[in-house]
């Protein structure tokens, strides 16, 4: 949803906008019962995958308006999502290495997918959602 936002609405992506999603992240991480190193952590891993999604697509020549209604834009869509689950599953899977000792490589793939499968399923259908009025 963070990613949709910041798409939609540029306006947000603002150091204040990025610091309350950090505070939104970890909140939520801590009211499930993490401590706050684990919660600090896999918040930084999810801003990270949203942060490199804005990027990819800001630096894409597909970079059209409306993001998901040409072919074009689908494919800048696309390539951001992909980065980004690719970054989130690199640092992701570290991270699961660190904290729990389980196998790198195994947690990195799992990360990576399971990201890119949330991404293509949520991401469409919160971008073709009708914008609120003012």
């Known amino acids: 949803m963070l990613l949709d936002l910041f798409l ?66 689908l494919t800048a869509i696309f390539l951001s999502i992909v980065a980004a689950s690719i970054a989130a599953g690199t640092f992701g899977g570290a991270l699961i290495w660190l904290l729990l000792n389980k196998p790198i490589l195994i947690s990195s793939a799992n990360w990576m997918v399971s990201e890119l499968l949330c991404y293509i399923i949520f991401l469409p259908c919160i971008l073709n959602a009708s914008k609120p009025r003012s």
């Open 8 to 73: 939609r609405f540029p306006h947000l992506a603002t150091p204040q906008g990025w610091g309350v999603a950090a505070v939104g992240y970890v909140t939520a991480d801590l009211l499930t019962g993490s401590d706050l190193l684990t919660s600090l952590s896999l918040s930084s891993v999810n801003l990270l995958s949203v942060g490199t999604a804005l990027a990819v697509h800001r630096r894409s020549r597909f970079n059209t308006e409306p993001l998901w209604k040409e072919p074009r834009g």
